[in-house]
């Protein structure tokens, strides 16, 4: 590995050709972006390639590639590598760089012997290399460098090319490239451990401990670097070059370079690298060097001292906390926007401590450990100095509460701290608890608080807060389900089971359900099928039986879970679309005093942002009631009767019909039936079976919260692209036609407001994604991102399109239906717990029957719950083996992690057409645009 120009220690700076005995003048920066040039001499690039006990035995009859830019210092050896054995170089344009198949291609045809790579870029030339029918090559040696190595990546190159020489290097532009040398081997790889090896001829290598001494073996320390490899200095930064570059104490006459790289010799004679020793850190994927932020907090005039550390959160998210002292009171309430003038906005600290004086220790250096962290009234101060005015105020206080991080300022982005659409319209609901509006598109495209702010306004129409009573016209939704479901339509439930140690008031739980079924309108409909097989759906009044509460007392032995399975199954099955009621209440008492409460509506009348305004609300209730409180929720939002009668209006707009032509394009892609174990002649929910797979809570949130900046994406679009991936390793098929769920709660009705609306608004419409396998993952994850973006309205459209545009007998859509659906639900972890509850893992019996025809072959559903992403896959079992899901679960999380770590490892963000609404634009012509920008610079 590489530890210089490659980890974000170069800009795009060029490199020099200079004349009195120098190579080269290659310039490298640190974060701050202030260029050094290295100056290298032709004798240190001679000794790296021809030395006096010549490692590498290349000679003439090898052929190297230029792959890398000559801005990275790895293209000297490339370069050299060649010319000084009179071997042939091939310069790789551009393109095919960045294409591995088509650098495959000229590997083959160039008959390539020596490759040198970065890891990240051998994964994809290794996955093209090793596909069936790929062109046999000559490659005799790959070396690595630029990056940590991880060595199972290379177990396929190795099974098809066993004589292979797979070599890892280390290195600094300061040393000339290369430092160490380690050949990967079999064992290695299938262990997956990497060390960066021995010395190169003619270097040598010391760990030292902070006296200067030499570490014993396995102790860590500081390395420096010695030998003919150490260049000349840094151009006109003499003061940097006696810092960096010393004499070295045990060769007299010779020097040797101080790397700031922290390593240890381990007992068979190679090396660990274990990372820098100056405190870099990354935060929401930048790299960031916290000491040049106290610099620059030093530079105002009322700070006598500044520290900046990185910490985290219990969630393990990483945040800056600066600590300063001054004389001025409360001089933390300024210092956010004097940096902010100074520093981008990913090197604003997350909060700004003001202390007396800085804790020391003993020898009277500073006490980092002793530094407080930030808590209590010290902390919100911080957190809320960036809002200006009572509406970004108002706006941090909520993103605060819904995406459940302190760390929430004006300039954080929704997408980073974990936002999605459903807390999106979260956000919105609680701003009209206030009296405020937000459209939840205006989030979309200004994911800041202090962008969406001028879009807060205040809530004018006044909606009426009466009982709603009468016909409902039927939603998309609920024409999808009466044209699917025939048999049991009275089990075909959603349902919650929640848990309170010292059991529930059962009187609160009475008061509480009748104020929710008379508030939330949509938890007393009927649906009575009528002449011709018409369903008339209809808000009926207060009077007749909305809910039931069924009291049941269980056993404390081991039976007690099986006899909460037996009676939640019989709970499941009582509800009566037609006669009511639609809402089951079961509490399950133990002896020692616990209960379990069971939360049954049946799916017709509610889904998953229903389950979130209807906790909310029970949680609301109950306090108040318990609290001799009346009973009081939140003002309505629009309802479900004037909801639908809106849609069925819409649906003849021209606007609407418009969309036909893009579904239409949508429902001819062609793509291949999904590969099966058996064939089956039914499927029913009976026959199902559900996988499930677990992410950590640290891989959670990286894929949450610490990798949109990059491509700018949405939590679906990660998923999705970790999904097409995982079906074209698993299947071979390229192009898939997925079924996609929405919340449907899209703003497309002017004046109408939703946002606290209780019923089934979820829409389902196809999607359309394809994989080019000779693409990178970066291109996969733009490709699936303008996909998403392109559908219209976010897919509402297509169901209205079906069943609510054809009153005049045209079908404007066929309705397809692709054998694999996608949802993701969101996050479930702050909404269900409370002081009082928390989320209960008791079985809570089928909420659908199992008599009933699934729609799909292949359902896929992610939630996120505890912290943790859970992903599961559902089948038929007779069509499936459990071995082939859990083998596409596995190759989804490898998926979904790979994308992850090739995010977190990018310093810069790559834009598509959609970020700059460039509808004319596709994603290669905005990349060859941004090309052109860059050598214009």
């Not at 600066?322 to 309430?333: F, G, R």
């Not at 004086?357 to 100095?385: I, Q």
């Not at 009291?551 to 679309?577: M, V």
């Amino acid at each position: 590995m590489d530890r210089g120009l490659y980890e974000g220690e170069a800009d795009a700076l060029p490199v020099q050709y200079a004349p009195d005995h120098l190579a080269y003048i290659i310039y490298t920066s640190g974060s701050t972006g202030t260029p050094k040039g290295v100056m290298v001499e032709h004798r240190n690039v001679v000794r790296l390639l021809c030395n006096d006990n010549n490692r590498f035995d290349f000679s003439e009859q090898d052929v190297w590639t230029m792959f890398h830019s000559y801005c990275f210092d790895f293209s000297v050896w490339e370069m050299y590598g060649a010319l000084l054995y009179g071997g042939k170089l091939v310069v790789v344009p551009s393109l095919v760089a960045k294409d591995p198949r088509a650098f495959v291609t000229l590997l083959s045809k160039q008959q390539v012997t020596i490759l040198n790579q970065t890891p990240t870029s051998f994964y994809q030339v290794s996955t093209v290399a090793c596909s069936e029918g790929a062109a046999p090559l000559r490659v005799r040696k790959v070396i690595f460098g630029g990056e940590a190595l991880s060595p199972i990546h290379l177990k396929p190159w190795k099974e098809k090319y066993p004589e292979t020489q797979l070599i890892n290097m280390y290195g600094i532009t300061e040393t000339t490239v290369h430092v160490t040398y380690k050949e990967i081997t079999a064992r290695e790889i299938e262990k997956n451990e990497s060390n960066i090896g021995q010395p190169i001829p003619t270097l040598e290598v010391y760990v030292l401990n902070e006296q200067g001494n030499l570490a014993p073996i396995g102790i860590p320390g500081e390395m420096y670097v010695s030998g003919d490899g150490i260049t000349r200095g840094y151009l006109n930064r003499e003061d940097l070059t006696a810092q960096r570059f010393i004499s070295n104490p045990f060769v007299a006459g010779k020097r040797m370079y101080k790397t700031g790289d922290a390593a240890r010799w381990l007992p068979d004679g190679n090396l660990e690298y274990i990372g820098r020793i100056d405190n870099q850190v990354k935060i929401r994927g930048y790299r960031i060097e916290p000491s040049e932020i106290a610099e620059q907090l030093l530079t105002h005039e009322q700070v006598t001292e500044a520290e900046v550390i990185a910490r985290k959160t219990e969630e393990g998210n990483a945040y800056l906390c600066a600590y300063v002292v001054s004389a001025q009171p409360e001089i933390v309430l300024e210092l956010r926007s004097y940096l902010a003038q100074k520093l981008p906005d990913y090197m604003i600290p997350a909060y700004f401590m003001q202390l007396e004086k800085f804790p020391v220790t003993a020898n009277g250096k500073l006490d980092t450990k002793s530094l407080p962290a930030p808590e209590g009234n010290v902390l919100k101060r911080a957190e809320y100095v960036a809002p200006r005015n009572e509406v970004e105020e108002i706006l941090a206080g909520i993103w605060k509460e819904v995406l459940n991080d302190f760390v929430v300022g004006i300039n954080d982005n929704f997408f980073e701290l974990g936002g999605d659409s459903i807390k999106a319209i979260q956000i919105s609901a609680r701003l009209h608890k206030l009296k405020l509006v937000l459209e939840t598109k205006h989030l979309f495209l200004n994911p800041t608080i202090g962008e969406v702010s001028r879009y807060v306004r205040q809530l004018e129409a006044s909606i009426d807060q009466g009982v709603v009573e009468g016909a409902v016209e039927l939603t998309p939704i609920q024409n999808w389900f009466f044209e699917n479901v025939s048999v049991d339509r009275h089990h075909f439930n959603q349902s919650m089971m929640i848990y309170k140690k010292d059991g529930f008031d059962l009187q609160a739980l009475h008061a509480v359900l009748q104020k929710l079924v008379e508030h939330h309108d949509a938890l007393r409909m009927r649906f009575v099928v009528k002449g011709n097989n018409q369903i008339h759906q209809t808000n009926t009044s207060l009077q007749g039986e909305h809910y039931q509460i069924h009291i049941i007392q269980i056993s404390d032995d081991e039976e007690g879970k099986t006899q909460i399975e037996r009676e939640a199954e019989l709970l499941q099955q009582q509800l009566n679309i037609e006669q009511g009621p639609l809402v089951q209440l079961g509490v399950f008492q133990f002896n020692n005093g616990e209960e379990h409460l069971l939360f049954i509506a049946h799916h017709l009348v509610v889904d998953g942002v229903s389950w979130r305004i209807l906790l909310e609300d029970f949680v609301e209730g109950y306090e108040q009631f318990i609290n001799h409180q009346p009973i009081k929720f939140s003002n309505k939002t629009h309802s479900y009767q004037q909801w639908s009668q809106a849609l069925k209006e819409y649906a003849k707009s021209k606007k609407m019909l418009e969309e036909s032509n893009y579904w239409n394009q949508i429902e001819r892609f062609e793509c291949k039936p999904l590969p099966k174990d058996s064939e089956v002649y039914t499927n029913t929910w009976g026959e199902s079976q559900t996988v499930h797979i677990l992410f950590s809570e640290k891989e959670t949130a990286a894929i949450l919260k610490e990798i949109h900046h990059v491509y700018r994406t949405e939590i679906n679009d990660i998923l999705l692209t970790g999904l097409v991936l995982a079906i074209q390793q698993w299947s071979g098929i390229n192009r898939c036609l997925i079924s996609l769920e929405g919340h449907g709660r899209e703003e497309i009705i002017k004046g109408m407001n939703i946002t606290r609306t209780v019923g089934w608004f979820t829409s389902i419409f196809p999607v359309a994604l394809e994989i080019q396998e000779d693409k990178d993952i970066s291109t996969h994850i733009k490709q699936v991102k303008e996909t998403l973006r392109k559908i219209p309205n976010k897919g509402i459209g297509y169901g209205i399109l079906k069943y609510l545009s054809n009153e005049n007998g045209q079908q404007y859509v066929t309705g397809v239906q692709p054998e694999i659906s996608f949802n993701y639900l969101g996050q479930f972890d702050d909404e269900r717990k409370t002081k009082f509850y928390s989320f209960s893992d008791m079985p809570r019996g089928k909420d659908i029957s199992s008599r009933i025809t699934r729609t799909h072959n292949l359902e896929v559903n992610g939630i996120v719950r505890k912290g943790q992403l859970r992903l599961s896959v559902t089948v038929n079992s007779q069509q499936y083996y459990k071995e082939t899901i859990i083998h596409l679960l596995d190759l989804y999380k490898a998926a979904l992690l790979n994308i992850s770590e090739h995010c977190l490892g990018k310093e810069e963000v790559e834009r598509t057409p959609s970020d700059f609404s460039a509808k004319d634009l596709n994603i290669e012509e905005l990349d060859l645009m941004f090309d052109m920008l860059k050598n214009l610079n």
